[in-house]
């Protein structure tokens, strides 16, 4: 069906992602924002992905491992926007861990990256 996972679609469904994010919610690929991006926002990259194989058959399932970081120009913030991106996404993929946790020095944003395990039906 897919070959990656639907983000940006999920966290725009989302009534408390929006609420933090706006209506077009600040959702970016690539583990990048454009230069210039304004927080609250949120960048999101596969960090692996592997088909499940078998012997019969072309694999039906992908598992993609994700990565999800959240940014915001409060700790309080950035807690906020992190809790609703794990709401929104959890329901359709297994949060396997909180991978960063830092306020970075070059921008001044704190950043909470969240990992999932998503398993996707071809």
């Not at 926002?41 to 194989?53: E, T």
């Not at 359709?92 to 001044?108: F, R, S």
Request: aromatic share 8%; charged share 15%.
């Amino acid at each position: 069906m897919a070959l990656l996972p639907p983000v940006f679609q999920l966290l725009k469904a989302a009534a408390p992602v929006t609420a933090l994010l706006g209506a077009t919610p600040k959702v970016y690929r690539h583990g990048q924002a454009p230069q210039g991006t304004l927080a609250p926002y949120v960048v999101w990259q596969l960090v692996g992905a592997d088909p499940q194989n078998n012997l019969s058959d072309v694999p039906k399932t992908d598992h993609d491992a994700l990565q999800v970081d959240c940014y915001h120009t409060t700790d309080g913030g950035v807690e906020q926007l992190a809790e609703a991106v794990r709401n929104a996404i959890e329901p359709t993929a297994h949060l396997t861990g909180i991978v960063i946790d830092e306020k970075e020095p070059a921008t001044g944003l704190y950043r909470l990256g969240l990992q999932f395990d998503w398993w996707l039906s071809r």
